[in-house]
């Protein structure tokens, strides 16, 4: 692997000097995705299924091979991927289907971690069905209490949904433990892999995981594709939630049967640009090496955070072990709100996420009412950018302590 993975995406070729942290919300994309995507615009961008001409062949080979190379990356079965419009979509399909088994008695754990969109679905479920909503804690170390799990988790608990890698805090969820504390109750277990997918090998027949869901465009992959993942016994035990063309095998004015899994849960014309492009991205990222990609973030998160150590008046929110975090570094400096701060690293070109992150209850739990500062990062990232963003937040400190 070269020093520089940044000749595989265009948008250095514009913005040379951009320093770009702000992965966990969406990863740059590298060239062979943007063309094929162009490609298949451009050269057969037809409907899939059905199509009795060349074009629509294409097309639907295209889209299957993307569900083998996705499938092949997580080690599941193809006709254990659904795609999706992203890890929301997925979170609220799999909350509105399990949740109409779900009733007063019951109750679905999380974490205090959670993303909005691993909380708000569940939520919702819980005030229409009565069931009983639990968050397990977190430690002093901003790691899962797994003490709590298993207080929290109990004879009564029927979901049990967590995020593998808190988007905030960069924290792995110790996903063998609590998948086990969950399946010794018979409960159903879920993981949010939106930001674990990008940053660590994935292998869901040993997590024993029974749902995973993850975003392609936190993969290097486009926008508005997902994928939810799901053994194929609960996938054919799960009721569709969405309904439409191509996910039935017969219908009548009256009743309806549907088709086998995957096809039963994507209704209507798919994002089909996005599935090829999001398959392309995997074979990119596999192409590059995931072994090295996590090697190569891995020292530079540590260099990250040894320079973030040495500011003045900045605390990482977060683990102090650098081992511990996993693409995402949190900051918060006292006086400066984190606005501030993204303005004065954008005057340098230094591109972060401020504020609370789609995590609200965790900053309120923190006392952390404007959020953090998070930088993170991807497989493009390099010593450069730390160093760039470094100097903008010494000025920014200098800045505000001359007015304070």
């Known amino acids: 692997m070269k020093d520089s993975l940044k000749q595989h995406f265009p948008i250095y070729t514009s913005s040379p000097d951009l320093a770009y942290f702000d992965t966990g919300a969406s990863a740059l994309k590298p060239q062979v995705v943007v063309d094929k995507i162009r490609e298949y615009y451009s050269d057969y961008g037809v409907n899939i299924h059905r199509g009795l001409y060349e074009a629509s062949d294409r097309a639907t080979t295209e889209h299957d091979t993307a569900r083998n190379i996705i499938a092949q990356f997580i080690h599941a079965e193809p006709e254990e991927i659904v795609f999706t419009y992203g890890t929301t979509h997925g979170l609220n399909m799999l909350a509105t289907s399990l949740g109409q088994d779900l009733k007063k008695g019951d109750n679905i754990v999380l974490t205090a971690w959670e993303h909005h969109a691993n909380l708000i679905p569940w939520q919702q479920i819980a005030k229409k069905t009565g069931a009983e909503l639990r968050f397990v804690d977190i ?55 939106a930001q674990s997918i990008v940053h660590l090998k994935t292998d869901v027949k040993k997590l024993d995981v029974d749902f995973l869901v993850f975003s392609g465009h936190k993969l290097y992959g486009p926008t508005g594709i997902g994928v ?6 609960k996938l054919e035990q799960l009721s569709p939630v969405s309904f439409g063309g191509d996910m039935i095998l017969d219908v009548s004015y009256n009743s309806a049967e549907w088709h086998d899994v995957p096809y039963r849960f994507e209704p209507g014309t798919p994002n089909i640009a996005g599935a090829i492009g999001l398959g392309a991205a995997v074979a990119f990222v596999q192409s590059i090496g995931l072994d090295e990609i996590i090697a190569r973030e891995d020292k530079l998160t540590n260099y990250l955070i040894n320079q973030l150590s040495s500011l003045l008046n900045v605390q990482i929110i977060g683990s102090s072990d650098p081992p511990k975090h996993h693409g995402v570094v949190s900051i918060n400096i006292a006086g400066i709100h984190t606005h501030d701060i ?17 995590a609200m209850p965790l900053m309120k739990k923190l006392g952390l009412p404007g959020g953090t500062a998070r930088f993170s990062i991807g497989m493009y990232t390099d010593e450069k950018d730390v160093d760039t963003a470094m100097t903008a937040l010494k000025q920014a400190i200098d800045l505000f302590t001359q007015i304070m």
């Open 139 to 193: 430690d002093t170390d901003y790691q899962i209490d797994i003490k709590d799990a298993k207080k929290k988790i109990d004879s009564n608990t029927k979901i049990v949904s967590f995020g593998h890698v808190s988007n905030t805090l960069g924290s792995l969820a110790p996903a063998n433990e609590l998948i086990g504390l969950a399946k010794h109750v018979h409960a159903i277990t879920i993981i949010d892999a």
């Open 228 to 233: 939810l993942y799901g053994k194929k016994e």
């Open 342 to 358: 993204a303005e004065i690293l954008n005057r340098h070109n230094v591109a972060i996420r401020v504020g609370s992150h789609c």
